[in-house]
Nanobody, 121 residues
Framework: QVQLVESGGGLVQPGGSLRLSCAASGSIFSINAMGWYRQAPGKERELVARIRSGGSTTYVDSVKGRFTISRDNAKNTVYLQMNSLKPEDTAVYYC???????????????WGQGTQVTVSS
């Protein structure tokens, strides 16, 4: 049984910072890419940032220069450092991981439960 547990969301003023964490636990052989998605009310879920097992990263244009994704492979954990937050960053943020449960098995997508980030004065 694999679980992704997120933490670090909350209420912050515009211009502030938050750090999200997501730890994967359970019977895991390996993890390929890990990422953060977000969904604002009335909008579709969008990819915010993604990091591959080798460390290469991808960001949506709206967060480039403000957000940084990183991972600790030894802890099966991915982080999202969010700086210079704007009201339009308000959303539920979801962690995603492409996990291989056993050697030779295909990857499978797993999702966290979501954590609310609200940017407001």
């Amino acid at each position: 049984q694999v679980q992704l547990v997120e933490s670090g969301g909350g209420l912050v003023q515009p211009g502030g910072s938050l750090r999200l964490s997501c730890a994967a636990s359970g019977s895991i052989f390996s993890i390929n890419a890990m990422g953060w998605y977000r969904q604002a009310p009335g909008k579709e879920r969008e990819l915010v940032a993604r990091i591959r097992s080798g460390g290469s990263t991808t960001y949506v244009d709206s967060v480039k220069g403000r957000f940084t994704i990183s991972r600790d492979n030894a802890k099966n954990t991915v982080y999202l450092q969010m700086n210079s937050l704007k009201p339009e960053d308000t959303a539920v943020y979801y962690c995603n991981a492409e996990i291989v449960l056993y050697y030779g098995f295909p990857t499978k997508d797993y999702w966290g439960q979501g954590t609310q980030v609200t940017v407001s004065s």
